[in-house]
């Protein structure tokens, strides 16, 4: 059971101090804020935010600019804005440039409308510039040339490395793990092009990436079909027999994730070399 309340008189024999009562207002039962205490409320913000949260519409403006900005730097590398603006000389930065530094000046200042503005005036002009070159719009828009340079380059995997190097004909080419890998790179040289020009996001720079892919599909794709031979004699001691369509699968998972075959490669080395370190005898001390 719970003991009783302790009266006034009683806490002040015990040494305890006289409980306070909460202020009351006159009519009614709602606490009083002492006067010294008194604040006032925080002013929301000009967009409607909620005090303390940040501008919804300040965040999406930021978000778009930096966009605009991106896509204005890789439009630079084309060098499309050189044909777009005649009368800017060598040295000089494109207009588009000073555009986009005006409104990131309003986006600190919080002038939001003028932020608006310089995004539609900037959008515009990269659409204009990028509407007169042709390179931009072939490989940008339909990813030409990286289309050219994939195929040519498979190309030549098929028929110096499959046909002259390893002589294989036919339908045999499709059970061997290196095609598959071949194939993995090809899918992902693809899947990156469509997500770059999507964008509009695609630089010349990467057009080296799209001709090396193949070989290095294929490379990945023989090392993983090594590693996971071997790994399986290893445990099943030559007794299971790896079925070839899980190592194309590996293979071409291989050659399209690369980051994942040189982890796996790299975690194998390691684990041979520590069992070739324990296995190592010390030498006994003199």
Known sequence: MENPPETPKEE???????????????GGAVPRQPAGERKDPPTASPSGAAPGQPDQRRVELARDLNNLASEVVVADEWGIFKDAEP????????????????????????KLEEVEIALLAGR?????AQNRDRAWRINNHFGLLPILFIAFSALLVYRFVFQWWLGIEGRDIVTHAAFAGMVGAVLRSLYWL????GKGLLRPRW?????????????????VSLLVKTLAQAVSKGAVDTDWKTVSLLAAFAGFKWEWALGWLEET??????????????????
């Open 207 to 223: 057009f080296t990436t799209f001709i090396v892919a193949p070989p290095i599909g294929a490379i990945f794709g023989w090392l």
């Open 124 to 128: 515009a002009g990269l659409n204009r």
């Open 269 to 286: 080395a390691r684990s041979i070399q520590a069992r070739t370190r324990d296995k190592t005898p010390t030498k006994p001390k003199s």
């Open 87 to 110: 009368g800017t000389g060598a040295h000089d930065p494109p207009r588009i440039y000073q555009t986009l530094a005006a409104a990131y000046q309003a986006l600190a200042a919080g």
């Open 12 to 26: 002040a024999a015990a040494g305890k101090p006289p409980a306070r009562k909460p202020d009351v207002a006159p």
């Open 194 to 197: 469509q997500f770059q020009t």
